[in-house]
């Protein structure tokens, strides 16, 4: 079973990250060189399942794992740039 967003879904989420200034995954390669130089962490065993950044709130999703990166590690785990005690928070107003 796979989790789709809509259009809309994602047209919402691509308005959010250029209003934020998010940080990008472009591509495959762009995510490997991530995972290899430590910038995207690695799953835990509580790790929901993902096949996009959609599907995991806040988090990030690794799809080298298929899971969202929880608990995160990094602001590079985050959606929001913003991880804190593990957990990936809304960014500050």
Same mark, same amino acid.
């Given at each position: 079973?796979?989790?789709?967003?809509?259009?809309?879904?994602?047209?919402?989420?691509?308005?959010?990250?250029?209003?934020?200034?998010?940080?990008?995954?472009?591509?495959?390669?762009?995510?490997?060189?991530?995972?290899?130089?430590?910038?995207?962490?690695?799953? +835990?065993?509580?790790?929901? $399942? &993902? !096949?996009?950044?959609?599907? =995991?709130? @806040?988090?990030? /999703?690794?799809?080298?794992? +298929?899971?969202?990166?929880? $608990? &995160? !590690?990094?602001?590079t785990d =985050?959606? @929001?740039?913003? /991880?804190?005690?593990?957990?990936?928070?809304?960014?500050? $107003?």
């Amino acid at each position: 079973y796979a989790l789709r967003g809509t259009r809309d879904s994602l047209v919402r989420q691509n308005e959010r990250v250029e209003l934020e200034s998010l940080e990008r995954i472009e591509d495959d390669n762009d995510l490997q060189n991530r995972i290899a130089s430590g910038s995207l962490s690695t799953p +835990g065993p509580l790790a929901l $399942p &993902c !096949q996009s950044d959609a599907s =995991c709130g @806040t988090h990030r /999703c690794n799809p080298q794992y +298929g899971r969202c990166v929880f $608990p &995160c !590690q990094t602001a590079t785990d =985050c959606q @929001t740039s913003n /991880c804190v005690m593990g957990v990936c928070m809304p960014a500050a $107003p």
